[in-house]
RNA sequence: UGGCCUAUAGUAUAAUGGUAGUACGACAGAUUUUGGUUCUGUUUGUCUUGGUUCGAAUCCAGGUAGGCCAACCA
């Protein structure tokens, strides 16, 4: 029996139009303007979208929302395709709204001959102005009178390239008074001469978004249009354009999107971000997009969890990264290798133990997975340990290494603390141990049971590493809610480059590794990486209880 | 001051007129060869005022608060 997960309000609507026999099987898409990368808040809307094709057994579209030729670009097309992809998801058919240029055309033309569409010839200002104010209705003028026939000429005349860009527009024939600004005689086609990434100079005149994405849902046969909230006043004037036209009744359901605190979620503002080289690109781990997440080292299942997690509803909302950070711990605790990595190192010497000698210990390589299988340690005289390890005066409950105080090296022996060399300056230099020879791990018979565990490196196989440590990208909450400009929001310390000591088995690593760099957090190769240096992201930290008992003091 | 959308713990999200629950966070404890993981427990909530009803988070009305809408962007 499994236990019965509540419905969110859309999937209610899609459950009741299956029973009533509104539709026999649903058909939804993902609609998104190649005009940058994508980030967590599409990746919402994807989880959403394609989930919802995959619960209800039915379809789910790529349509590339592509009217802006100005904008856009077959780098942000590929980047969708591969992000999409990445996420887990297969699309029934890959679309464009510039495939529909043609119908979208003859369907405005009919709007034309039904006496429902005009060409004007008046400036965006002049329109603007005539459109009114949300209190204020709007006024008709003189270009809304001609004639159906001057308006099929005019309009033909647009297409033939007859005109510049800006000096005429297709309206839509609606209502000036209505206190819906969409429905003030919207604006349906523009002139642009602009190169177009897939139709290239075909076309000099294209629709606009309103005009696009109703009716593209409506030629797919789209039955569940899902979007965000801003759209919702969008809606009266699809329905409008589906009922003049008499075409496909797609019905648009409008979500509020994903807002997640301390980055922004806007292509905007990200791609402001890319351009003024706050970042290193649009995958710069740091970014919210979905390219940033991956290098982050983030993985598909634990960004569809947190999609699962942070609901559907229609509220606006600023989600906690913290709920992120669960999602990929909880995954990459499952799947990621343990590696001891070493960052700020202390040489630790084992004086009873013979010098030249060094033995080779197993270690597992995931305590969560029992087939996880194990590799092995060189163990020697001369070791590091965590600088933050050691402490000569330690507090209460400190179960690390201190004078005379006993703690175990992972998978290795338990050693104590004997004497603490220092520099003229009262610098530490070295810390002389002994180590217990029956305690080794596995086969430890020396009875003894120790509070703390310490990961460590053989000092003379150590493998130096670079590891790039990340911190949220502003120091605010919700930068866009702020006063002036996101950017003087940004966190100079967003990015840290730390040295590190790995064990020998790091030299193996690939890109599509995930790592626990032991008692310190997750991490994953970055693509920068040379023959001669690895270097690794951090992809997040592990919960640390000891450094919230020191905060508290 | 026009229209539309929304309001449940710190953050999200359920309860579909009948015991306000879950997750994350926070706090406390147990276990632990990772101060990780796991387990247990604690904490905190229906925006407000009326109305309908045996009974309202839920329905109705008025307020309040937040968001969206006046691009030849999507």
Not at 306 to 311: D, H, L, S, T, Y
Not at 341 to 348: D, E, S
Not at 395 to 418: N, W
Not at 425 to 449: F, L, M, Q, R, V
Request: charged residues 30%.
């Amino acid at each position: 029996m499994s236990e019965e997960k509540s419905l969110n309000f859309i999937e209610e609507i899609i459950e009741e139009d299956l029973k009533t026999g509104k539709h026999q099987s649903i058909l939804t898409r993902f609609p998104p303007e190649p005009n940058g990368y994508l980030h967590i808040g599409h990746a919402k809307s994807i989880c959403l979208n394609f989930g919802l094709g995959i619960k209800y057994n039915g379809k789910t579209n790529l349509r590339f929302d592509d009217t802006n030729p100005v904008t856009e670009d077959t780098e942000y097309v590929d980047s969708i395709k591969e992000d999409i992809q990445w996420l887990g998801f297969n699309w029934a058919n890959e679309f464009y709204a510039s495939d529909y240029f043609e119908q979208l055309y003859g369907f405005a033309v009919k709007l034309i001959e039904k006496g429902l569409a005009y060409v004007d010839d008046s400036t965006s200002e002049e329109i603007a102005k005539q459109k009114g104010t949300p209190t204020q209705p709007g006024t008709r003028n003189q270009y809304s009178e001609r004639t159906v026939e001057e308006n099929l000429q005019l309009f033909a005349d647009m297409r033939a390239g007859k005109y510049k860009d800006g000096e005429k527009v297709l309206r839509a024939k609606i209502d000036m008074t209505s206190p819906n600004m969409h429905m003030r005689d919207p604006i349906i086609y523009r002139i642009k001469h602009a190169h177009h990434h897939r139709t290239g100079d075909k076309w000099c005149i294209y629709p606009m978004y309103d005009f696009a994405h109703g009716q593209s849902d409506s030629i797919e046969k789209i039955t569940h249009s899902i979007c965000t909230l801003e759209f919702i006043p969008h809606r009266p004037l699809y329905e409008w354009c589906i009922e003049q036209l008499e075409i496909f009744p797609s019905r648009q359901y409008e979500f509020a999107r994903l807002n997640l605190n301390y980055t922004v979620m806007s292509k905007r503002k990200l791609l402001q971000l890319v351009n003024e080289k706050h970042v290193s690109g649009w995958d710069d781990p740091r970014m919210p997009t979905i390219s940033g997440l991956r290098r982050r080292g983030y993985t598909p299942e634990s960004i569809r969890d947190f999609a699962e997690r942070v609901g559907v509803a229609k509220r606006d909302n600023l989600i906690e990264f913290s709920l992120l950070e669960f999602c990929v711990r909880e995954h990459l605790n499952k799947v990621a290798l343990r590696r001891m990595v070493v960052f700020n190192p202390i040489k630790l010497i084992i004086t009873n133990y013979p010098e030249g000698q060094t033995e080779l210990l197993n270690s597992e390589n995931n305590p969560e997975d029992v087939n996880g299988g194990t590799r092995e340690l060189p163990f020697s005289r001369e070791i590091f340990i965590e600088a933050d390890d050691f402490m000569e005066n330690p507090p209460k409950k400190y179960f690390r290494l201190a004078p005379g105080q006993m703690v175990r090296l992972k998978s290795a022996y338990i050693i104590k603390c004997d004497e603490v060399l220092k520099d003229d300056a009262g610098n530490i230099t070295a810390i002389h141990c002994s180590y217990i020879p029956e305690s080794k791990s596995g086969s430890d018979t020396s009875g003894i049971s120790v509070k703390g565990t310490l990961h460590w490196v053989n000092a003379s196989t150590a493998v130096e590493v670079e590891v790039r440590e990340y911190d949220r990208l502003f120091q605010v909450e919700n930068p866009a809610s702020e006063e002036g400009d996101f950017k003087d929001y940004i966190n100079p310390n967003s990015l840290t480059v730390v040295k590190g000591y790995a064990e020998p088995s790091i030299s193996t690593a690939t890109l599509t590794d995930r790592f626990q760099f032991l008692r310190k957090g997750y991490y994953c190769l970055d693509k920068d990486s040379t023959a001669d240096t690895l270097i690794f992201n951090r992809t997040v930290t592990l919960k640390d209880a000891w450094a919230k008992e020191v905060k508290k003091g």
